[in-house]
């Protein structure tokens, strides 16, 4: 067993866990965050994604140990001033989840898209996507919302630097 | 109290699933953990047949963390308890003193049962749709004893405190198989020398359903042109992104049991449980929370499920399983998988005179849920938007070593619609006609009330005409034709393709008495009960179950109109068959058109009642009764009024009602439909083709689609687009493969490919709205219609697009290799090998390059 600790949607967590343990499965199942889903465990459906230090990963493909000290962030832990994120938002207003499964990880890499590039084209947009399956939207609606949500993202981005 | 004046059917109403979902509040399986439980993991077959000769689970007993292991024989006999005998009795922990005197029988017996052997001779099935009389069906037992017959098929089961300790335990279970001769090929599983499936059956036919009307024969002996083709449809894996999942919980003071599923049919899973676990029905509830995507394959029943409840019975313990995604590739049923032969016969001007269809549909090793009865659904549809005089149909059902197969998306209905419209294209170059033109020239004259169709049920409404002069304009087709001319003569390398679908389908699902004539083992009618509080809110219950598709912003709005309130003064409740107790569930893009239409009767009759009581309380006249906007007044003295909430108050204060009245304003309403729904539309898909590497690219989709009234715009553009994504999915990209002995090459996300957002594309998506004369709101019904519709225009464009080189055909999914070796094949050039002709795997070339 390792003692590992992390810091998840700004709360601090200390935890024994085996060195096998999964950062997936250390959220869900040690610190009981429901908001991380999984479809694979194999990095090929993102529903999964979370950021850890800013930077989004497939938190099935990352060791629980690997994040030991690590800042996580996960769907239930962007918003702000008790608004929805406007990538939240966005998916909401142009009907961009179905089922709601993929959507957490969909959003994860959306958010971290749009931090890399705040303004991406559709083509930029689906290819960056290309890592998170949804099965219900057929994508056109989830690509809208990353679009609608960007120029929002940009003019929050001087408020949140300083 | 919300007064709401104005209308939300059909209006922007945002979806109130939303908030949850996007801020990861979903409440899914994976996410119920309950105190004690315990974690169930499955050792399934490498094999996808063989003899089981042993196995030894003492090394996994010993695990650290491990509760139990069982085999299949470990478990035989909780397969056959009794559902009329004394509940209690049945949990075990109950025994009479008589009985213990007796040695402790496990079951009592009662007046009508018979007192049977633990393992009784009776066959163990989860299908419920025995499409014959003579239908051969094997024996499905949930944990295989002697033998296995597909690579997958479950054969112990490890019970342990977490999941990463029950796989560890599953690990050290050793089993020893003796292999069997195999069987994938359904053609060859109909051979007098195949290996059978299931040696007792002494073959692997399952059934033969035929449909015959009108004179076949002397149709095809008259007519001037004769078109005949065979289509593939390919294996598909449905990959819900949610997998499977179950949580079983014994209540230790009822003797029953909760059981939370990631299940499309709630109710349905109820019953067969039940009967399947000799669990008397009302001590059993079932509760489908958020599900994470079905597309078919969550309208089951499946082994886990059972297996889940009877360890719960036997540890009395809470018990979790769920599902990975490389079980979920094996262990969750597979569509499609059929080969069709079709046949026209016409008039040399392109007018159809009769039409023969002869299928061959593979059940895989078992008969799931309604596995049988899929072909069916589609069987009523080959003939399409087309009115002609004589049809004929046969299906026959084979079982293979492969996993079973069952409903996903569309289920019969986008194989009848690709194979129609296919032919139809084949059709029209056999006559020289445009692909247009021969549709048109078989289309229906528009109509609004019930028509007579070649396979003999009546079609509810259609105006083919309308929507495809619609798509035609959109899609610009003389400009198409014209970029299309000019791209041919200069030779370009990337070529145009204009592909058509005019499709009908079947919705609604279903008249009961139709069900039954075609031996379906259910009703298909749906419940609702509006209930208006005393607060002037409302609680609406439905028996259908969403997993997506946004019921209960929907059913919001049916109700906020009917009743005259805001959607936001709605609750929807769904899912659970305690608050729900009545439904058939939701599956067959059935649930707006008889469930929603059941929310809206029901809700109307709230607002009859509520009428006497408001003319009650007005001392008026029911009849100048008026109710608009949530107010009821008197006609001509619109000053005289009283509101909806005010109504619901005095119902449930029940102090000043008209005489013998009741009290409350709460209503139930079972909705049987008198018919099906038959929702149409015309789709033309673009596609440029590199004829130098393969690859096809839809650069444009249109589609004019009718599903009748739309409640909420939003969300039928969503399940369009969705579903025209997922028939492009098996167009384009997917295809199950199994090996010849039975391994399913294509067992994880890396090797079957569901396609990405860079591998589809946008959509432009119209409407007409034609109206269904089969309900009270004239709804029709989408979730499948995009699946149904797009499928056949995509690869209708791909052989449009390849015409100049001679091809006229080529199979789901056109992958560029495909597309390669069809050009190469059609222009008589060395192609290259194909070891199996359903592989769309590069073949190797004998200098050992891809070909």
């Known amino acids: 067993m390792r003692r590992i600790q992390m810091t998840v949607d700004g709360r601090g967590h200390i935890a024994e866990v085996e060195p096998r343990l999964l950062l997936l499965h250390h959220l869900r199942e040690n610190l009981g965050i429901g908001g991380v889903h999984w479809g694979c465990n194999t990095t090929n459906c993102g529903a999964c994604t979370v950021l850890m230090n800013g930077e989004s990963v497939k938190s099935c493909t990352v060791l629980a140990v690997q994040a030991d000290g690590a800042e996580i962030t996960t769907v239930r832990g962007i918003m702000e001033n008790g608004l929805w994120h406007p990538v939240q938002q966005a998916f909401h207003e142009t009907h961009g989840l179905q089922c709601g499964y993929c959507t957490p990880g969909m959003i994860m890499a959306s958010v971290s898209l749009l931090k890399e590039n705040p303004e991406p084209s559709e083509q930029e947009i689906r290819e960056a996507l290309e890592g998170n399956l949804c099965r219900c939207t057929g994508y056109e609606n989830i690509v809208k919302a990353v679009q609608m949500a960007a120029p929002y993202v940009r003019r929050s981005e001087p408020v949140a630097a300083s | ?851």
């Open chain 2, 1 to 851: 109290m919300t007064e709401a004046p104005e209308k939300f059917v059909g209006g922007g109403v945002l979806r109130k699933e939303d908030p949850a979902l996007i801020t990861g509040r979903g409440n899914w399986v994976d996410n119920i953990r309950l105190p004690g439980m315990l974690h169930a993991t499955i050792l399934r077959s490498p094999y996808a047949h063989a003899k089981i000769t042993s196995i030894d689970v003492s090394a996994a007993r010993e695990q650290p963390g491990v509760a139990a292991v069982f085999t299949g024989k470990d478990l035989l006999e909780e397969w056959d308890k009794n559902p009329t005998a004394n509940p209690a009795a049945v949990t075990g922990y109950s025994l009479s003193l008589a009985e213990r005197e007796n040695g402790g029988a496990s079951v009592t017996p009662t007046a009508d049962s018979t007192s049977e052997s633990p393992v009784s001779e009776k066959t163990h099935t989860f299908c419920g749709w025995m499409v014959t009389e003579d239908i051969k069906v094997p024996d499905h037992l949930p944990v295989a004893v002697d033998e296995v017959n597909y690579a997958g098929e479950p054969v112990a089961v490890v019970v342990a405190t977490d999941r990463y300790k029950a796989q560890d335990a599953v690990d050290l279970i050793e089993v020893d198989y003796e292999p069997l001769d195999v069987v994938t090929n359904m053609e060859r599983a109909i051979q007098d020398d195949s290996p059978l499936v299931h040696e007792k059956l002494g073959t692997n036919k399952s059934y033969t359903w035929e449909l015959e009307n009108g004179n076949v024969d002397e149709a095809f002996n008259n007519a001037e042109v004769h078109v005949k083709e065979r289509y593939i449809q390919q294996r598909l894996i449905p990959n819900a992104i949610e997998t499977r999942g179950v949580v079983a919980n014994p209540d230790p003071v009822s003797g029953g049991y909760t059981v939370y599923s990631s299940t499309q049919v709630p109710h349905i899973l109820k019953s067969v449980l039940a009967t399947y676990c000799g669990i008397p029905e009302q001590r059993l509830r079932v509760v489908a929370p958020d599900v994470g995507g079905g597309f078919g394959s969550k309208l089951n029943v499946y082994s886990e499920e059972v297996i889940a409840l009877v360890l719960s019975r036997k540890l009395g313990l809470p018990i979790k399983w769920v599902e990975d995604r490389s079980e979920n590739y094996l262990a969750t049923i597979h569509g499609r998988d059929q080969i069709q032969d079709i046949e026209l016969a016409a008039t040399r001007e392109g007018k159809i005179l009769g039409m023969k269809v002869h299928l061959l549909a593979d059940m895989g090793a078992y008969l799931q849920l309604n596995g049988p009865g899929i072909p069916l659904l589609g069987a009523f549809m080959y003939p399409g938007v087309y009115t002609f005089d004589a049809y004929g149909f046969s299906c026959t059902g084979v079982f293979t070593n492969k996993t079973p197969t069952d409903a996903y998306r569309g289920a019969g209905r986008p194989e009848a619609t690709y194979a129609i419209e296919r032919i139809m294209d084949a059709l029209a170059r056999e006559t020289g006609l445009d692909p247009v033109e021969v549709r048109r020239r078989n289309f229906y004259e528009p109509f609004d009330e019930p028509t007579t169709t070649p396979a003999g049920i009546q079609y509810d409404s259609m105006n083919m005409q309308a929507a495809l002069d619609r798509v035609l304009e959109l899609a610009d087709y003389e400009g198409l034709r014209e970029e299309q001319r000019r791209r041919r003569e200069a030779n370009d390398p990337v070529q145009l393709g204009i592909g058509f679908s005019t499709y009908t389908e079947i919705c609604g699902l279903a008249p009961s008495q139709v069900l039954a004539a075609l031996r379906a083992g259910g009703a298909g009618w749906e419940q609702a009960s509006v209930r208006m509080l005393a607060s002037g809110k409302v609680e609406v219950v439905t028996g259908t179950s969403p997993h997506g598709q946004g019921h209960v912003t929907s059913w919001s709005q049916i109700a906020a109109d009917a009743l005259g309130v805001s959607p936001e003064d709605v609750e929807v409740l769904h899912g659970d068959t305690a608050t729900a107790p009545w439904g058939r569930d939701t599956y067959g893009s059935r649930s707006l058109a008889v469930g929603g239409v059941a929310v809206h009767l029901a809700a109307q009759k709230v607002v009859d009642k509520a009428k006497k009581i408001a003319a009650h309380m007005l001392e008026a006249a029911e009849g100048d009764m008026e109710f608009e906007g949530g107010r009821f007044s008197v006609a001509g003295s619109p000053e005289k009024s009283v509101t909806m909430p005010e109504v619901a108050a005095a119902a449930y204060l029940a102090n000043n009602l008209p005489e013998g009245m009741e009290p409350g304003l709460s209503e139930d309403y079972f909705y049987d439909p008198p018919n099906f729904t038959f929702p149409f539309g015309a789709h033309i898909c673009v596609t440029e083709v590199d004829t130098e590497t393969g690859k096809a690219r839809i650069r444009d989709y249109f589609a004019v689609d009718d599903c009748g009234p739309v409640i909420n715009p939003q969300i039928v553009d969503g399940q369009l687009q969705g579903g025209i994504a997922q028939g492009v999915a098996q167009a384009l990209y997917e295809e199950a493969i199994y090996d010849e002995d039975g391994n399913l090459t294509t067992g994880s996300m890396v090797d079957y490919l569901v396609p990405g957002a860079p591998e589809l594309p946008n959509y432009t998506l119209e409407r007409t709205v034609t109206p269904s004369p089969t309900n009270a709101m004239g709804v029709k019904g989408v979730g499948e219609a995009g699946t149904i519709g797009s499928p056949p225009a995509v690869i209708n464009s791909v052989i449009d697009a390849l015409s100049p080189f001679g091809v006229t055909h080529i199979d789901m999914p056109a992958s560029p290799w495909r597309i390669w070796q069809t050009i190469q094949e059609a222009q008589g050039r060395e192609a290259g090998s194909r070891e199996a002709d359903l592989s769309g795997r590069p073949a190797q070339t004998e200098e050992g390059g891809e070909a």
